[in-house]
């Protein structure tokens, strides 16, 4: 280190040891500027939030890398902006605003980049049809009775069940059923919807005593395809309408199909006769997908993102993210996304990194408490907002008690911060409830059950 003049001297030497192409060296090397050397650590400075976070996520570990490399021991880099300095650090480091007209331009710089990202994604978008799904031996059953239905409805699978785990193509399949149902009968009436949904059109239908109407309309349809059927379990009402709508459905050999994240006999909750009924057609599972057919996956979302995959990362990519086809997806869109903002062409270590990403932070969207307590609420047949009020009906309570258990497994709220999601109740309020919860799910299998399903459904709904 001794030959440098300056820690800018030794800045310039570590540019040199970065292998980036042009226009990643230009959009987000070159911006940098060395503040300090302190001991083993590294601060370098860039003007925007923006291209702070560009530089940090991107090429961080490699700048890292190479300043260890040139210096001779470990460093640990981080790369400010502005609004990560005092005014007197600015001065200290000769550090001056940016003036407006450079801020302006700097803006409309990085606008440029976000819409070239847009537009990617947006031109990488297909329709969910029969064309773009892949098919292998894990789903070939299930797209077979597909394709059997639309060419002849209602005469060889009816019901059809399609079921796997999330991810896997059960919404891409009901939608190529849809869309292609669409093109040769544009005069069917085709409903297609969720569990959810069809749950919500009959609450309010009876709160508006307009029952007739909800039968009117899921009566009339020629085929229903409903998503995520395993919603339905423990609500018992909405059952009883599914029933009735299903047989007078089948009775009129109108087309149906189902799909869930499990075979129907696994759905706890589920009245025996609806059970029946489900299974009464073709049950069909979709397995997670084969390595050739993760490959083909991989290519064809490459593709449409005019994307140049390496076949090393192609292969690693399928070798690494197994089970589930959204993973896959999100991976290639990652990738395009690095690719169109850095300039950088697509390299093992950066398909190293994204699923790195992935493995570590695909978990559930985060599953609000609203959604937990509308939840609640349905199965209790209580109002949402009784349950954060004070009222103390032995229902509203229980429901009450329930939603706070919930919650408190879902999404790891601390106590305080679960009650004020519950009308700013006190610590030992939510601690009675969950206590009183863990009691009752010790001595009662069927709320046991219960509580379990609902916990995995909100979990898994995404």
Not at 67 to 74: I, V
Not at 228 to 233: L, Y
Not at 319 to 339: C, H, P, S, Y
């Amino acid at each position: 280190m001794c030959s440098y003049n300056s820690f800018a001297d030794i800045f310039e030497e570590v540019k040199k040891l970065l292998t980036l192409s042009p226009t990643a060296m230009k959009l987000w090397i070159e911006p940098l500027k060395p503040l300090k050397l302190n001991n083993n650590q590294v601060l370098l400075y860039v003007a925007s939030p923006f291209a702070r976070d560009m530089a940090r996520d991107n090429f961080g570990n490699l700048l890292q890398d190479a300043f260890s490399e040139l210096l001779g021991f470990e460093v640990e880099l981080k790369i400010l902006c502005e609004n990560d300095l005092t005014g007197e650090q600015k001065i200290h480091y000769g550090i001056e605003s940016e003036s407006e007209g450079e801020l302006e331009k700097e803006l409309e710089d990085d606008y440029a980049v976000k819409s070239k990202l847009t537009k990617s994604e947006q031109e990488s978008n297909y329709k969910h049809t029969f064309d773009t799904f892949i098919v292998g031996d894990n789903n070939r059953l299930a797209y077979a009775a597909c394709k059997a239905v639309v060419q002849e409805p209602s005469t060889k699978y009816n019901p059809l069940f399609i079921y796997s785990e999330p991810g896997l193509g059960k919404t891409h399949l009901l939608s190529a059923v849809k869309t292609e149902m669409e093109r040769l009968h544009p005069e069917m009436n085709i409903i297609y919807t969720t569990a959810d949904t069809f749950t919500d059109d009959f609450v309010s239908s009876i709160r508006a005593n307009r029952t007739e109407d909800f039968k009117a309309k899921y009566h009339s349809c020629d085929m229903l395809l409903i998503d995520d059927i395993q919603f339905i379990s423990n609500k018992v009402e909405t059952q009883q309408e599914m029933f009735h709508t299903f047989n007078y459905l089948h009775t009129q050999n109108k087309q149906i199909i189902f799909t869930s994240d499990r075979p129907p006999k696994e759905i706890n909750g589920l009245e025996e006769r609806l059970l029946g009924r489900f299974e009464w057609g073709l049950l069909a599972d979709i397995a997670p997908p084969e390595y050739e057919t993760r490959i083909a996956i991989i290519k064809r979302k490459a593709e449409l993102f005019h994307l140049n995959l390496p076949d090393n990362v192609i292969e690693f990519l399928a070798d690494k993210l197994k089970t589930n086809i959204r993973q896959l997806e999100g991976a290639i869109t990652k990738i395009n996304a690095l690719v169109v903002v850095t300039g950088v062409t697509p390299t093992l270590n950066m398909a190293q990194s994204v699923v790195k990403d992935i493995l570590s932070n695909h978990e559930p969207i985060p599953v609000t408490v609203e959604k937990i307590i509308n939840e609640v609420a349905k199965i209790y047949s209580v109002d949402p907002e009784d349950i954060r009020s004070s009222k103390r009906s032995s229902q509203i309570s229980i429901a009450r008690q329930v939603a706070i258990y919930v919650v408190s497994k879902i999404t790891g709220l601390s106590y305080s911060s679960i009650g004020e999601e519950f009308g700013h109740r006190d610590h030992s309020t939510i601690v009675y409830a969950i206590t009183k919860v863990k009691s009752i799910l010790g001595k009662d299998p069927s709320f046991k059950s219960m509580v379990d399903d609902m916990i995995k459904n909100l979990s898994t709904s995404v």
